[in-house]
């Protein structure tokens, strides 16, 4: 079993739209959890972080339910600019970082 | 500000052929780490560096060897390319090892092994 798993996607949405997916991840004692943004063919860079108690940044909210073992990212009114690829990142251990596979998100006009 | 520097960005290699990778960071910071990105997969990683000095086997070393030359500097080698390690590789620097650090790459390598 992957230790992160997303759902591929690809969500594809109309500007305006709210589009939100989940992830899971397997180890009970991960610890930190992140999301990072990847545009075609380009490196990941940081989206946001989420707490434990869910947190917001504009138009991006996260939230994490470590009972089920998942967190999710939810984006309000959608810009074309959103368009990209959503890796989740849980960190489990001093060093270790597991990414997910990505969530695709397709904005159209 | 460069941030995470990587060369080259693409390469393709025979079957047998060495090389190595280049990474430098001018963030001051104390860990480095490999990274490779195969399609439905997700970054794996490879090697990692905590802090000068020192390195560490990843999920996927079988292949590579690392060098942190000094606190700027972490190259991968691949000292026998095989068609399996056709991959796009990421550099990452954090400011430390830990797990509530914000990791930054590099631009990436794309490599293909023919």
């Known amino acids: 079993r992957k230790e992160v798993e997303q759902d591929p996607g690809p969500f594809n949405v109309p500007e305006g739209a709210t589009v939100a997916f989940n992830c899971t991840y397997s180890?009970?004692?991960?610890?930190?959890f992140f999301w990072y943004r990847q545009d075609c063919r380009k490196e990941p860079k940081l989206l946001m972080s989420?707490?434990?108690s869910g947190n917001e940044d504009g138009r991006f909210t996260a939230q994490l339910n470590r009972a089920s073992q998942y967190i999710s990212l939810l984006i309000r009114d959608s810009k074309l600019s959103d368009s990209a690829t959503y890796l989740c990142?849980?960190?489990?251990?001093?060093?270790?970082?597991?990414f997910g596979a990505g969530t695709t998100v397709t904005v159209r006009a | 500000n460069a941030g995470v520097t990587q060369t080259p960005k693409f390469q393709v290699l025979k079957t047998g052929q060495s090389m190595t990778l280049q990474c430098a960071q001018d963030?001051?910071?104390?860990?480095m780490y490999w990274y490779r990105q195969d399609p439905g997969m997700g970054l794996r990683l490879i090697y990692y560096?905590?802090?000068?000095?020192?390195?560490d086997k990843g999920e996927v070393p079988n292949g590579y060897n690392v060098s942190r030359l000094n606190k700027r500097e972490f190259s991968l080698r691949l000292e026998s390319a095989a068609p399996s390690q056709t991959s796009v590789y990421f550099c990452?620097?954090?400011?430390?090892?830990?797990?509530?650090?914000?990791?930054?790459f590099g631009q990436g390598t794309r490599l293909t092994v023919v």
């Open positions: 989420v707490y434990s």
């Open positions: 963030m001051n910071h104390n860990s």
């Open positions: 180890n009970s004692a991960s610890q930190s």
């Open positions: 990452a620097s954090s400011e430390y090892a830990g797990m509530n650090t914000e990791a930054f």
């Open positions: 990142v849980v960190g489990s251990g001093d060093y270790k970082l597991s």
């Open positions: 560096s905590a802090s000068e000095g020192t390195t």
